[in-house]
């Protein structure tokens, strides 16, 4: 597929994580020492060396090395936030069939992680493996700590199959990181892999090393460490603590999910991961009933911008069988989606002039709500869908429906069966595909230069944008199925690649701002580069101004989303403690990424409701609240709700008007967590 790695060099069989926090004193040789010692055993190692906010050298002699190395790979964190965290940042870049996490203080020979990794390779049966320090060389202080942490331990999880919780190495399949659902962010990050580990049922297989003094530097751990340690252990054995939720399962579908190292729009290997919203399950499967709740898979969601041209995107890329064979969300469910559409083909069917005898190819048509409208403007239409059952109900509505992935193949088929398409529409579907150039290429390959009925082709798209997202804050419309986060410069870069010809690019209201874009095929030799149309030129300008095309744009994105988690939950709980009863509205796609980033579950709120009858009775992914019916919320009255689906958030309220006139509030949760009280409602804001 366009953008993918093409590489001859062989594959490691082993990806250590290395966190490393201003060991500019040993870091070299003890990466140089692995390396070396791997090579002579004849196995191949990738060493993912995590800067982990260094003060010193720490983060040139990383880079330094990957540069020459291919076998090293340096990630930076601009900021410590934890030894779990930056362990965690590292896990995504590994590619190796087992993985692990290592110290780069050099406490464990070379040699012995050798024997370690020869241990894991006969294992059979999926199992943990990892070191135990039988014989250490620290002083007398850190022995004791490491004494009373280990039984304690011990007698709060009933054993865990090894008396040196925190020795590492610890490697295990990679293909377990999504059941392990690894969270912690400090030292507890040891621990939490040991106590999954049994809950998942592995084998903790040990292997006996001497422990060897540091290699320059000094220890992080701290009188505080043990107190954070006895914390983390009582709350993760008695308390609500989220690492001690049920376990996702591994995934059902062998390679569902792989990571992108390449832009899926230039190609170039110049992504910079800026944010990682992960692990998170898929957002529209909801399960239907708690037996489906420890075998729901969940995956790594990160955000990377492209520094090559300057495409914000996810290089999480799951399956779109995975995704979209069976498909809950249906256009037709949201009154102002459907008024949105009908003005929408109100507004293409005259400026194209379009007749009986045109056609129009909706792809992703969904429940055929937008075909629905052409047809009855006397258009001839044709839905592609490839979530069988909503083609299905497109098909019973009365709109001729295929259920197919679209494709420069599928593109060709329809050509010869149909003829050239006058319109082909694609909204809010581009950003779901991981070649937008070739979707974009089977789409103008379905447009004539005459559009087959005497109007000219167009290409219609629309995609949320951009700068929305990012001046709003609007982080939750980020998950699997989203890929790419388009602006304007990228939409035409992409046109261009595509071999078409940017028309206009106007601004819609829906979905919390998006862009319209109208395009044509590009006639033979035009020239590239000729001055753009006046409203994308308007757009860029906006998307400029507003630095999207800048990595220090997005570092600081980052930092305001985990801003704003602490403020969301902090007004949440406020609430509660204050006995305040919480409801959410919505089950949208959106809400998953919000409540699981910010931890949001049951605890917090009793439930949610959906219009959509395909989500009522079933479950929220990941933090499962319950879906009821819209008319809950008066036979309940709660005091709050939570707008998961702010997009609608005028409409709903519009709706809830009984609801806030007898005291109901509500809470829109971005940019900023705030109560809204509707005027309407008769008590002041």
Request: hydrophobic share 45%; glycine share 10%.
């Amino acid at each position: 597929m366009p953008g993918e790695t093409q590489s001859t060099a062989p594959e490691p069989d082993l990806s250590l994580v290395m966190p490393c926090f201003n060991e500019e004193e040993g870091v070299a040789a003890t990466i140089g020492e692995l390396l070396d010692a791997f090579e002579r055993a004849g196995a191949r190692l990738e060493i993912v060396a995590v800067d982990n906010g260094s003060r010193d050298r720490t983060g040139g002699i990383l880079r330094e090395f990957a540069a020459r190395d291919p076998r090293v790979v340096a990630v930076r964190v601009e900021v410590n936030q934890g030894y779990g965290f930056g362990i965690l940042q590292g896990f995504p870049h590994c590619t190796a069939p087992w993985v692990g996490l290592i110290c780069a203080d050099g406490q464990v020979e070379a040699a012995d992680v050798v024997k370690l990794f020869a241990a894991a390779r006969t294992a059979g049966a999926p199992a943990l493996l990892k070191v135990r320090r039988r014989f250490r060389r620290d002083g007398l202080k850190r022995k004791l700590v490491s004494i009373a942490y280990n039984l304690g331990t011990s007698l709060l999880f009933g054993g865990l199959g090894s008396i040196d919780v925190n020795g590492n190495p610890k490697i295990f399949p990679r293909e377990l990181l999504p059941a392990l659902d690894l969270r912690s962010r400090d030292w507890f990050l040891d621990a939490e892999i040991m106590i999954k580990a049994k809950r998942l049922g592995l084998r903790v297989q040990e292997v006996n090393v001497f422990g060897q003094l540091r290699r320059g530097g000094t220890s992080h751990v701290r009188l505080g460490t043990c107190f954070e340690f006895a914390r983390n252990l009582l709350a993760c054995r008695f308390g609500g603590d989220p690492r001690a939720k049920p376990l996702a399962a591994p995934p059902v579908r062998q390679g569902a999910h792989r990571r992108r190292t390449t832009c899926r729009l230039c190609g170039s290997g110049g992504l910079e991961l800026f944010l990682e919203l992960g692990p998170q399950p898929l957002a529209n499967a909801y399960p239907r009933s708690e037996a489906e709740f420890a075998g729901e898979p969940s995956f790594p969601l990160g955000v990377a911008l492209c520094r090559d041209c300057s495409l914000v995107q996810t290089p999480d890329v799951i399956d779109p069988e995975t995704l979209f064979r069976d498909y809950v969300y249906r256009t037709g469910a949201s009154p102002a989606m459907s008024a949105h559409f009908r003005e929408f083909a109100k507004e293409v069917v005259a400026s194209q002039r379009l007749g009986r005898d045109d056609l129009v190819v909706e792809i992703a048509s969904n429940d055929g709500t937008l075909l629905r409208h052409f047809k009855e403007l006397g258009v001839r239409t044709l839905g592609i869908e490839p979530a069988r059952n909503l083609a299905a109900e497109s098909r019973a509505a009365g709109i001729e429906t295929r259920d197919v992935f679209f494709d420069a193949a599928a593109a060709g088929r329809i050509r010869r069966s149909h003829g050239p398409a006058s319109a082909v529409l694609a909204n809010n579907v581009l950003a779901h595909v991981d070649d937008p150039v070739g979707f974009l290429a089977g789409a103008r390959a379905l447009l004539a230069s005459d559009g087959g009925g005497g109007a000219e082709g167009r290409l219609w798209v629309e995609v949320p944008w951009l700068l929305e997202l990012e001046a709003r804050l609007e982080y939750d419309t980020i998950y699997h199925e989203h890929l790419s986060c388009f602006g304007a410069a990228t939409l035409a870069r992409a046109c261009e690649a595509a071999g078409l010809e940017v028309v206009s690019v106007e601004r819609a209201a829906v979905h919390g701002g998006s862009l319209r874009l109208c395009a044509r095929p590009a006639a033979p030799g035009a020239r590239a580069g000729r001055p753009a149309d006046a409203t994308l030129a308007a757009r860029l300008d906006e998307e400029r101004a507003a630095g999207l095309l800048r990595i220090e744009t997005w570092r600081r994105f980052a930092g305001r989303v985990e801003g704003h988690r602490a403020r969301l939950v902090e007004l949440l709980r406020g609430l509660r403690s204050a006995g305040r009863s919480i409801a959410a509205y919505g089950a949208p796609a959106k809400g998953s990424t919000l409540l699981n980033w910010c931890r949001i579950g049951p605890d917090l709120v009793d439930f949610t409701v959906d219009r959509n009858p395909g989500k009522v009775g079933r479950y929220t992914p990941g933090v499962h609240l319950p879906i009821l019916p819209v008319d809950a919320l008066l036979a309940r009255q709660p005091d709050f709700v939570l707008l998961l689906a702010w997009n609608l958030a005028d409409e709903i309220m519009a709706q809830q008007a009984e609801y806030a006139r007898r005291g109901g509030r509500f809470i829109l949760p971005v940019p900023e967590p705030r109560i809204v009280v509707p005027a309407a409602s008769g008590a002041a804001t």
